[in-house]
């Protein structure tokens, strides 16, 4: 790990300043000059690689006591930045009207990890690609941009076949995110002019010809919280992975379902470990609204879903997987015991 100073910021005005005094303009991602500091799972973990190489780190987490709050409005949920995930998953509200969520957080990481890390730190998380991760593979435009990408024609078994780009197919590792996109979350940012809501799915950006260029924030905005409209307590996440263990996703979906008199009045289905960014499968869903449930229709809305996935030498896989993955959620979905 490379030297580094640190300071503690006290509020947010102190942490959007010196975030923003240190920022690099021509890597914010990976080479800033500063990063924000909370659970610190990610980024203590790219910097023992030498991935992230940050001059100065700011500790945000004096800002929990205003930021970590988790609020049940008759509109909707609120969930502070800082919010730990285990909290979260904890929640009664969370757990009774918006399972999906707590699903996802509890299937996201092991029990001492959920403990440290925040729901900010969680969306933010980088992938999981060993050429990304591994300093001695030059080859990685997410890392190094103009470098090429070693995973094309690589060892790619847990790349994406969605989103991806000639420059980049390194899947986004996250769980939580995908239950946020299905839910029509919104962000909330905090920078220099204050704070900004953007939909959550505006917040994450496909490689493109930019792999190295991650989100939309801009230098020295901090993500704030997360609102969810609505309550949806016939929701589910359902992950597919190589151990039962803590492990990444090689296929999940996150589905939110409003059912009434057996009709599927609206429907919502979000990928996870088959895609670049948090992946909202909308042509999927347009599918299942008005309809009855059946097990041709649950075919249908996932074939929909992956027609536009390309595998490559080794995930090819993960489409026929994340088809049964996502038919499967539906079921589950369709035939849970909603709360009162």
């Not at 509020?11 to 659970?39: E, K, R, W």
């Not at 930019?210 to 409209?229: C, K, N, R, V, W």
């Not at 379902?257 to 009709?263: C, I, K, M, R, S």
Request: proline residues 5%; hydrophobic residues 45%; glycine residues 8%.
């Amino acid at each position: 790990m490379r030297p580094f100073s640190y300071q503690r910021a006290t509020d947010p005005d102190l942490a959007v300043q010196a975030l923003s005094a240190a920022a690099a303009a021509n890597n914010p991602l990976t080479q800033a000059a500063a990063q924000p500091l909370a659970g610190g799972t990610t980024l203590i973990d790219l910097m023992k690689l030498d991935v992230m190489r940050p001059a100065a780190l700011v500790d945000i987490n004096p800002l929990a006591s205003g930021w970590s709050a988790i609020e049940s409005k008759g509109d909707g949920l609120r969930l502070g930045a800082l919010a730990k995930m285990s909290d979260v998953a904890a929640h009664a509200e969370i757990q009774r009207n918006y399972p999906v969520i707590a699903n996802s957080l509890n299937l996201a990481a092991s029990a001492q990890l959920r403990n440290m890390a925040t729901l900010g730190g969680n969306v933010m998380q980088r992938t999981r690609c060993s050429y990304f991760r591994d300093v001695s593979y030059e080859n990685c435009n997410k890392r190094n941009p103009g470098s090429g990408c070693a995973a094309m024609d690589g060892v790619n078994r847990m790349h994406a076949v969605l989103g991806t780009s000639d420059q980049c197919i390194a899947t986004y590792p996250g769980d939580f995110a995908q239950a946020l996109i299905a839910l029509d979350a919104m962000v909330e940012i905090t920078g220099r002019s204050g704070t900004r809501n953007v939909p959550f799915a505006d917040l994450h950006k496909a490689p493109g010809s930019t792999p190295d260029i991650e989100t939309t924030l801009q230098p020295g905005e901090l993500i704030s919280a997360f609102s969810i409209p609505g309550r949806w307590p016939r929701s589910v996440y359902l992950k597919t992975r190589d151990r039962q263990s803590y492990e990444f996703a090689l296929s999940s979906a996150a589905v939110a379902l409003d059912v009434q008199d057996g009709t599927i009045r609206d429907a919502r289905v979000a990928l996870g470990g088959v895609a670049t960014v948090p992946w909202r499968a909308r042509e999927a869903e347009a599918l299942l609204k008005g309809q009855k449930f059946d097990d041709d229709l649950a075919q249908r809305v996932a074939a929909a879903a992956f027609a536009d996935a390309r595998g490559r030498q080794h995930n090819s896989f993960k489409i026929a997987l994340g088809k049964r993955v996502v038919a499967r959620a539906l079921q589950q979905a369709v035939t849970m015991e909603v709360r009162s």
